[in-house]
């Protein structure tokens, strides 16, 4: 899978947990499109989607065991890496540490492990 796509897998599955999970009508930046989401935030998207899909083939398919908590801790350090990556004073709520990130935002970084999980599963 291209850069761009793995990307966009990502997006699209952060998109789709964010309008089932976010209470409400969710932050329209939280459900922007994938041709106007910011550069930072392709390439970011796409970095995660390569750590998550490798940590899964290193791990031969085990990360299914994992609790989605444990899916969902993963995708959200590897999130943080990229803040600090991009930005040299983030916001502390953009660096937030799992147990003090919302509760759909936790269930929403889960949902992005297992849509990885199953898109890896279906290429096989």
């Not at 930072?40 to 390569?50: G, I, K, L, M, P």
Request: charged share 25%.
């Amino acid at each position: 899978m291209q850069i761009e796509e793995s990307g966009r897998v990502f997006r699209e599955a952060w998109i789709a947990g964010v309008r089932k999970h976010y209470p409400g009508e969710p932050k329209p930046g939280y459900v922007t499109p994938w041709d106007d989401t910011p550069g930072w935030e392709r390439e970011s998207a796409a970095a995660v989607y390569e750590q998550v899909r490798q940590f899964i083939e290193a791990a031969d398919g085990a990360t299914a065991k994992l609790t989605r908590e444990q899916k969902g801790r993963f995708v959200a350090l590897c999130w943080v890496a990229q803040i600090f990556k991009h930005f040299p004073n983030p916001k502390a709520s953009y660096v937030a540490d799992w147990s003090d990130m919302p509760e759909w935002q936790q269930e929403t970084d889960a949902d992005i492990f297992e849509h990885i999980e199953q898109t890896l599963a279906s290429i096989r």
